[in-house]
């Protein structure tokens, strides 16, 4: 299955969480699930479904897919590769997922998502350590020092969000424009809404 084209808002409402997809619009009062609230998209509204552990977790990996914007068969791949890691597989898989390059530009608070970093990427408007990387999903180490082109600062959305001077997690520093990967993120630092365990359950199956 690949990439979700759905429009940010219904994949929110169809999940019954707010993934913060669409950056400051999720903070105000337009978000469709402060007005309507989390009730699945479709003519029936809100309906009873039986709850089961298989659909727990897969809810969950739906929310952690979307999320990080991959596709089921990244997500796979990261679990596979965290498995064979010899260390506990869940932090291994967030550290692989948050440590990708266009969440990296996220976190630093260059842009108010990951579509918006991802576009940039792939745009060839970053570079990592003094090279042109086009790749959303690669993989940066700590040490490495991402730098996003001076022209991009006049994008109304990063302009915006620049502006606002959000300071990055623990694991990350940044000045301007450029940015830097300290370290690998802690479990306690690792901000997510996603119970991680469970969709480990469920690629362990």
């Known amino acids: 299955m690949g990439r979700s084209i759905d429009p940010q808002c219904r994949i929110c409402r169809r999940l019954g969480v707010k993934l913060f997809l669409k950056g400051k619009r999720c903070f105000s009062p337009s978000c469709p699930i402060e007005r309507k609230g989390a009730i699945a998209p479709g003519v029936h509204g809100e309906r009873f479904e039986r709850s089961s552990p298989y659909k727990k977790q897969l809810l969950e990996k739906q929310k952690l897919r979307a999320s990080y914007g991959i596709s089921e068969y990244q997500l796979?791949?990261?679990?596979?590769k965290a498995r064979k890691g010899g260390r506990k597989t869940d932090l291994v898989l967030?550290?692989?997922?948050?440590s990708r390059l266009d969440n990296v530009i996220f976190r630093?608070?260059?842009?108010?998502?990951?579509?918006?970093?991802?576009?940039l990427v792939n745009?060839?408007?970053v570079m990592i350590d003094n090279?042109?990387?086009t790749i959303p999903s690669f993989s940066v180490k700590?040490?490495?020092v991402i730098a996003i082109k001076e022209e991009v600062s006049e994008i109304p959305q990063v302009r915006d969000t620049y502006s606002e001077k959000v300071i990055p997690l623990p694991w990350l520093k940044r000045?301007?424009?450029v940015g830097k990967m300290v370290r690998w993120p802690k479990k306690e630092e690792l901000?997510?809404?996603?119970?991680?365990?469970?969709i480990v359950e469920f690629y362990s199956r």
């Open 76 to 80: 796979k791949n990261y679990f596979e």
């Open 94 to 98: 967030m550290q692989m997922l948050e």
């Open 108 to 119: 630093l608070g260059l842009t108010p998502n990951r579509k918006t970093a991802r576009q």
């Open 123 to 125: 745009h060839g408007k």
């Open 131 to 133: 090279r042109r990387v």
């Open 142 to 144: 700590p040490g490495q």
């Open 175 to 177: 000045k301007a424009l």
């Open 191 to 198: 901000d997510t809404q996603v119970d991680i365990l469970s």
